[in-house]
């Protein structure tokens, strides 16, 4: 029986030699649900909130609304990034955010972009209806058969803020036949990217995100509400003093050069 003797003391080696390290849990991350706008600024930021100590974080980046509804649906998550106020305004009012747990935290601009692969527009384009003579007729760019994109109206917080801007033209029943529609800002996004749109409308942070675009023009605020993002607690997260400090740190005057780098401006934030 010696020779089971020695096979049992061969297998414990392995097991004994095992680090300690194991044996010391990790702190569980903290779940963000993200508009896709955020995306890559987040991803920036995620090395400086593990710098001052915080915990890791998951994300989970689609359309605001997307996003909102599976919160209505149960999912977890901490914290929301919202492009769309509307949506967190429902997600409050559902109590799948956390009442006084909402802030405003960025704003962008609305912008025209073009093809960076193609000359620009011979002409300045003007998207001010206030301004003498009047704003560009945008369907004059599209030729004869070319089209335009933006986010899908009826799904996407950049759609609707369009089709607003578009409308106080009085440009948005000409241009709605040649429309392609994007699932999200930056399906749009790759349209004009790749060509297949003469141009987009989109978020000024959406342009940030790419080299293949060129910002052309950008909409007067006066034509359409203004661009906010707003991020929110869920109820688990509010009861999470960890994810409270993730909100504060996203808010805070450290974060804001790298929310300008990728086109926001953050509010309340010195310049």
């Known amino acids: 029986?010696?020779?089971?003797?020695?096979?049992?003391?061969?297998?414990?080696?392995?097991?004994?030699?095992?680090?300690?390290?194991?044996?010391k849990a990790q702190p569980a991350p903290l779940v963000v649900f993200a508009a896709g706008t955020v995306q890559d600024a987040l991803r920036e930021l995620e090395p400086s909130w593990r710098d001052v100590g915080g915990p890791p974080l998951r994300f989970s980046f689609a359309a605001s609304?997307?996003?909102?509804?599976?919160?209505?649906?149960?999912?977890?998550?901490?914290?929301?990034?919202?492009?769309?106020e509307a949506w967190m305004g429902h997600?409050?009012?559902?109590?799948?955010?956390?009442?006084?747990?909402r802030r405003t935290v960025l704003t962008t601009d609305l912008v025209l972009v073009a093809p960076a692969s193609v000359q620009p527009f011979p002409a300045r384009i003007v998207l001010d209806p206030a301004a003498p003579g009047g704003a560009t007729g945008l369907a004059a760019l599209l030729g004869p058969r070319g089209r335009w994109t933006t986010g899908d109206p009826a799904h996407t917080p950049i759609g609707r803020?369009?089709?607003?801007a578009l409308r106080s033209l009085g440009q948005?029943?000409?241009l709605l036949p040649r429309m392609a529609r994007g699932n999200t800002a930056?399906?749009?996004?790759?349209?004009?990217e790749r060509g297949e749109a003469i141009f987009g409308v989109v978020s000024r942070s959406d342009v940030a995100a790419s080299q293949a675009v060129r910002e052309e023009a950008v909409f007067a605020p006066t034509t359409h509400p203004p661009v906010c993002l707003a991020f929110g607690l869920t109820p688990r997260g509010a009861a999470d003093p960890r994810a409270r400090a993730l909100l504060d740190f996203l808010a805070s005057p450290a974060a804001a050069p790298i929310w300008r780098r990728h086109g926001f401006t953050p509010v309340g934030a010195p310049a």
């Open 65 to 84: 609304s997307a996003l909102v509804r599976q919160l209505g649906q149960e999912a977890q998550a901490d914290l929301i990034l919202s492009a769309d």
């Open 172 to 174: 948005w029943e000409a």
């Open 91 to 101: 997600a409050e009012r559902t109590g799948d955010v956390a009442r006084d747990a």
């Open 1 to 23: 029986m010696a020779w089971m003797t020695r096979r049992a003391t061969l297998l414990a080696v392995p097991f004994a030699a095992l680090p300690l390290h194991h044996a």
């Open 161 to 164: 803020y369009a089709e607003a």
């Open 186 to 192: 930056r399906a749009a996004l790759v349209l004009v």
